[in-house]
């Protein structure tokens, strides 16, 4: 299963037996594409999942059923029965998850039944729903090779730290720009250099760079890009 999306067609229109559509956004941290994801989802009334939670909601669950994150056999229980209800209103961006969620992504076990969750959501989305948008890292290119829409979404590092540094604020943490840039280099480096699934863009993924775009600015290049998808689709 590698979320498949063919363009079936009867007599000129899209067959009613035509699987569901699937967006994908992949890109790097602080680009705009979990806030971009969201309002495609919410426009086309489709299922969204943000991928990045899901090691730390495997993380969370393991912790809080006092279990320990190196057991390597009960992470993968774990990945393999999760669910978006088991850590619906959890706590799971504290420092405690999020070192427990880079020892549990790092099991192979783990990884392979998170990619499975994430494609069975883009092949039956939730709520019966008829598309779903999934961001992440490697939805374009892994989990949804085949997608019926990609983007790949980024924003120079600067205007990236920015936007991650006013959220940090925001919430009440103490940080600087300086060491969140820091940060975000590391991190882009880490994720566009793994050897399973790196941070690249899809050869068939729509560029979208954020730097000096509006949040609604961004959704309106997205969304003609989507629309125009869809037309010829329907041709």
Wanted: aromatic share 4%; charged share 30%; hydrophobic share 40%.
């Amino acid at each position: 299963m590698n979320c498949a999306h063919s363009s079936a067609k009867t007599a000129g229109v899209m067959s009613s037996t035509q699987p569901p559509i699937v967006i994908a956004l992949d890109g790097p941290a602080a680009s705009g594409k979990g806030t971009l994801a969201r309002s495609i989802a919410a426009h086309y009334d489709f299922a969204h999942l943000d991928t990045g939670i899901l090691y730390r909601g495997v993380a969370w669950i393991m912790l809080n059923d006092r279990e320990d994150p190196e057991d390597a056999a009960r992470a993968v229980r774990a990945a393999k029965e999760f669910s978006l209800e088991k850590i619906r209103g959890a706590a799971i961006r504290t420092p405690q998850v999020s070192a427990a969620s880079s020892i549990v992504a790092a099991n192979p076990g783990v990884r392979e039944a998170l990619l499975q969750f994430q494609r069975r959501f883009a092949e039956t989305p939730p709520g019966e729903k008829k598309g779903a948008v999934l961001d992440g890292r490697d939805i374009g290119t892994k989990v949804c090779p085949d997608a019926t829409v990609k983007f790949y979404v980024t924003a120079s590092p600067e205007i990236r730290a920015q936007r991650r540094h006013e959220e940090m604020i925001a919430a009440g943490r103490e940080t600087t720009l300086a060491d969140v840039l820091a940060d975000l280099k590391v991190r882009d480096e880490r994720d566009a250099n793994r050897d399973d699934a790196p941070m690249v863009q899809s050869e068939d993924a729509e560029l979208l760079d954020t730097t000096s775009l509006s949040i609604e600015g961004a959704f309106a290049a997205a969304r003609r890009v989507i629309d125009d998808v869809f037309r010829r689709r329907a041709l």
